[in-house]
């Protein structure tokens, strides 16, 4: 009899057990990257990396110019140049050719750490609030769909409209 009503006992606590396992485990999903391009912040980060990067195209286009016009001159005048004189002309162009190449890495580089320092108060922004939803509606986890490819997923476990509502975005 104490057999039985031991088998019993851990019977009811495996399936017990189970259950709440079960039931604190829940997983919704969301594609931030929707969320984030939909946020009228993002559009102002857009518009002000624009114009940001504006400034660097100008710059590099009057710097690529003055390396065209440069080459173009040495082609015509090579002919006529002593060693000495053209020796000293192509190191001027390697030169202005580094020059080109520096400034564009470092604008690129500029260019991206802004684009970062915008993007991650509005990424932030909007982890807080699927945080809050997901701890509103009792999820354990949240996926970002943006970066995975969902095989299987419930209309009821996807945030979007939650989050949406939250931020005030249609």
């Known amino acids: 009899m104490k ?19 079960k039931a604190q485990t829940k997983i919704g ?14 559009k102002t980060a857009i518009a ?19 390396l065209q016009t440069a080459g173009q001159s040495y082609q015509a005048q090579r002919a006529t140049m002593t060693d000495a004189i ?5 190191g001027e162009l390697t030169d202005m050719q580094k020059r080109f190449q520096d400034y564009q890495n470092t604008a ?5 750490a802004k684009k970062n320092e915008l993007g991650k108060p ?9 945080a809050q939803v997901a701890k509103e509606k009792g ?12 095989i299987v997923s419930p209309a009821g476990d ?6 949406k509502a939250k931020l005030g975005l249609k």
């Open 3 to 21: 057999k039985l009503l031991k088998v019993a006992l851990v019977a009811v606590c495996i399936v017990f057990a189970g259950s709440i396992a």
């Open 29 to 42: 999903y969301i594609a931030i990257d929707q969320v984030v391009d939909q946020m009228p912040e993002t």
């Open 48 to 66: 002000t990396i624009t114009a940001y990067n504006k400034q660097f195209i100008d710059e590099l286009t009057k710097m690529n110019n003055a």
């Open 86 to 90: 053209r020796t000293a002309k192509e």
């Open 108 to 112: 690129q580089q500029q260019v991206d």
């Open 122 to 130: 509005i990424i932030e922004k909007v982890r807080g609030i699927v």
């Open 139 to 150: 999820y354990t986890y949240v996926i970002n769909s943006s970066q995975t490819d969902l």
């Open 158 to 163: 996807d945030l979007m409209n939650d989050v």
